[in-house]
């Protein structure tokens, strides 16, 4: 019986090409995709008919019949059927949280390696019917005779067959994810331009990635995308000021709203898959791994009743973690902060350099501190890749991974990233990774 805890390493991760809503992968299930990104682990990393201790996967936006939507997805790919599988749901924070999940079990002992997963298709968001319809469609499933199921059918209105559209706001106030971000945008001051350079740099980054080569073993071609469809290389200044702002529009208390389709992510169809191990069964197994997850800290921020950005709950995560670790911002060789809107990331990064939210919020003597801009976001983030809610988390964990490897091995010293991820409903999700690179 293993007693002690004992460290989990990502050994490296497939993704989609991520598809904009609509796009590549419009006609495309989830199953589908989750199959595929799982797939593609499986050749490259030679796991034809094995059986791995667990894996851990999600959807956001999911269908009532894929309820066994990770499961279902590991029985189409060549893994021996015994894997078992667990689905989870954290909003944009799922994928971390099952790299999260399967590096616990690692931990403990329980299993010696999993993947850690998730997809989701804002194409084929499910479409809820009224409750009046869903209640009556019930009872006719129960009616036993003609006269009773006449009964059933004589209760439907018209207005009972108007379908749900999908949500797309936050249930306990209304507003988007958008709409609340510019009202915390707005409170720190954040400027168009800084976001449009964000987005820019996004952009440029990813484009460069691709370019050198960085993502040839982290990304499968499917459906005819060779890269991430939002991907806009010729993206400018220019055309970015040129966009209208979408969110905040109606809020009267925003005098000039800035948040664009340029500097918002788009909606996305996507998958992605990582690989976790012990260090045994990677030898075993005969593969190096690129990183060690050394912890992961979570947070949420009182949005409902207290005067926090919905996508605030980060700033306090990641203190809290680094504290843990005798570690500050200087400390870190890399950093991912997901991209939700260029705004998430300039409004999380002032938080960190203001006095006052280090006193007053985070209960330290001042600022908690600064980030390097040239160790954030090197290779893109999800501006330019596209943000297919729960794929993210592995999509982060795998690249930068792979980075944190590469720079360890050319310096010849240990490298940090953090891996930071805000979610609806308040909540956040962080996560440290070191690598040797040996
Ligand atoms: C979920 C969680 O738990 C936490 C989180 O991550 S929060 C984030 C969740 N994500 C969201 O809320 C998604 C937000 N995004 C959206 O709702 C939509 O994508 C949006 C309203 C922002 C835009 O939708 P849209 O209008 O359909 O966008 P789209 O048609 O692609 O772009 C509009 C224009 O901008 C242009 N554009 C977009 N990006 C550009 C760029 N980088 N450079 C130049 N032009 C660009 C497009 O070309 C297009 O121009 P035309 O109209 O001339 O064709």
Same mark, same amino acid.
Request: with cysteine; charged share 20%; proline share 4%.
């Given at each position: 019986m293993p007693s002690a805890v004992r460290d989990a390493y990502v050994l490296g991760g497939n993704r989609l090409p991520f598809a904009r809503s609509g796009g590549a992968y419009a006609g495309v299930s989830e199953q589908d995709m989750l199959t595929a990104a799982l797939e593609g682990l499986v050749a490259r990393f030679g796991l034809q008919g094995a059986q791995l201790g667990e894996v851990a996967g999600g959807a956001v936006l999911k269908l009532a019949g894929d309820l066994n939507l990770t499961r279902e997805s590991v029985l189409g790919t060549p893994l021996d059927a015994r894997t078992p599988a667990i689905d989870m749901s954290k909003a944009c924070a799922t994928g971390l949280e099952t790299v999260t999940h399967v590096s616990n079990r690692i931990r403990l002992g329980q299993i010696e390696a999993g993947v850690a997963c998730g997809v989701d298709s804002a194409s084929d968001a499910p479409i809820e019917v009224s409750v009046r319809l869903r209640r009556l469609l019930h009872r006719l499933s129960r009616a036993r005779t003609a006269v009773q199921r006449a009964q059933v059918i004589s209760g439907l209105?018209?207005?009972?067959? +108007?379908?749900?559209?999908?949500? /797309?706001? =936050?249930?306990?106030?209304?507003?988007?994810?958008?709409?609340?971000?510019?009202?915390? /945008? %707005?409170?720190?001051?954040?400027?168009? =331009? %800084?976001?449009? =350079?964000?987005?820019?740099?996004?952009?440029?980054?990813? +484009?460069? %990635? &691709?370019?050198?080569?960085?993502? #040839? #073993?982290?990304?499968?071609? &499917?459906?005819?995308?060779?890269? #991430?469809? /939002?991907?806009?290389? #010729?993206?400018?200044?220019?055309?970015? %000021?040129?966009?209208?702002?979408v969110f905040g529009t109606s809020n009267p208390a925003i005098a000039e709203p800035t948040m664009t389709a340029g500097n918002s992510t788009p909606l996305s169809d996507g998958a992605s898959s990582v690989l976790v191990a012990s260090r045994q069964w990677a030898e075993e197994n005969g593969h190096a791994p690129l990183a060690r997850i050394v912890d992961t800290r979570i947070a949420a921020v009182d949005y409902v009743h207290g005067d926090e950005g919905l996508l605030m709950a980060p700033a306090y995560a990641v203190p809290a973690l680094l504290d843990a670790h005798g570690l500050g911002l200087e400390d870190l060789d890399l950093i991912e902060i997901h991209e939700a809107f260029a705004s998430t990331v300039l409004t999380t990064l002032a938080a960190w350099e203001s006095e006052e939210f280090g006193r007053e919020r985070l209960g330290r003597q001042g600022a908690f501190g600064s980030v390097d801009r040239s160790r954030l976001n090197i290779a893109g983030s999800s501006l330019a890749a596209g943000h297919p809610f729960a794929a993210t988390g592995g999509r982060i964990v795998a690249t930068l991974s792979k980075l944190l490897h590469a720079q360890a091995k050319q310096k010849g010293k240990v490298q940090r990233g953090l891996v930071s991820v805000c979610a609806a409903g308040g909540q956040g999700s962080v996560l440290l990774l070191e690598s040797d690179g040996k």
């Amino acid at each position: 019986m293993p007693s002690a805890v004992r460290d989990a390493y990502v050994l490296g991760g497939n993704r989609l090409p991520f598809a904009r809503s609509g796009g590549a992968y419009a006609g495309v299930s989830e199953q589908d995709m989750l199959t595929a990104a799982l797939e593609g682990l499986v050749a490259r990393f030679g796991l034809q008919g094995a059986q791995l201790g667990e894996v851990a996967g999600g959807a956001v936006l999911k269908l009532a019949g894929d309820l066994n939507l990770t499961r279902e997805s590991v029985l189409g790919t060549p893994l021996d059927a015994r894997t078992p599988a667990i689905d989870m749901s954290k909003a944009c924070a799922t994928g971390l949280e099952t790299v999260t999940h399967v590096s616990n079990r690692i931990r403990l002992g329980q299993i010696e390696a999993g993947v850690a997963c998730g997809v989701d298709s804002a194409s084929d968001a499910p479409i809820e019917v009224s409750v009046r319809l869903r209640r009556l469609l019930h009872r006719l499933s129960r009616a036993r005779t003609a006269v009773q199921r006449a009964q059933v059918i004589s209760g439907l209105r018209p207005g009972d067959l +108007a379908p749900l559209p999908p949500r /797309n706001s =936050e249930p306990r106030t209304g507003l988007s994810m958008g709409d609340h971000q510019a009202v915390t /945008n %707005a409170h720190w001051g954040i400027t168009r =331009e %800084a976001q449009d =350079e964000l987005a820019l740099a996004s952009h440029r980054n990813l +484009a460069a %990635a &691709y370019g050198a080569g960085l993502l #040839d #073993d982290l990304v499968t071609g &499917y459906r005819g995308l060779g890269r #991430d469809e /939002n991907l806009r290389p #010729d993206s400018s200044m220019e055309k970015l %000021a040129k966009l209208k702002p979408v969110f905040g529009t109606s809020n009267p208390a925003i005098a000039e709203p800035t948040m664009t389709a340029g500097n918002s992510t788009p909606l996305s169809d996507g998958a992605s898959s990582v690989l976790v191990a012990s260090r045994q069964w990677a030898e075993e197994n005969g593969h190096a791994p690129l990183a060690r997850i050394v912890d992961t800290r979570i947070a949420a921020v009182d949005y409902v009743h207290g005067d926090e950005g919905l996508l605030m709950a980060p700033a306090y995560a990641v203190p809290a973690l680094l504290d843990a670790h005798g570690l500050g911002l200087e400390d870190l060789d890399l950093i991912e902060i997901h991209e939700a809107f260029a705004s998430t990331v300039l409004t999380t990064l002032a938080a960190w350099e203001s006095e006052e939210f280090g006193r007053e919020r985070l209960g330290r003597q001042g600022a908690f501190g600064s980030v390097d801009r040239s160790r954030l976001n090197i290779a893109g983030s999800s501006l330019a890749a596209g943000h297919p809610f729960a794929a993210t988390g592995g999509r982060i964990v795998a690249t930068l991974s792979k980075l944190l490897h590469a720079q360890a091995k050319q310096k010849g010293k240990v490298q940090r990233g953090l891996v930071s991820v805000c979610a609806a409903g308040g909540q956040g999700s962080v996560l440290l990774l070191e690598s040797d690179g040996k």
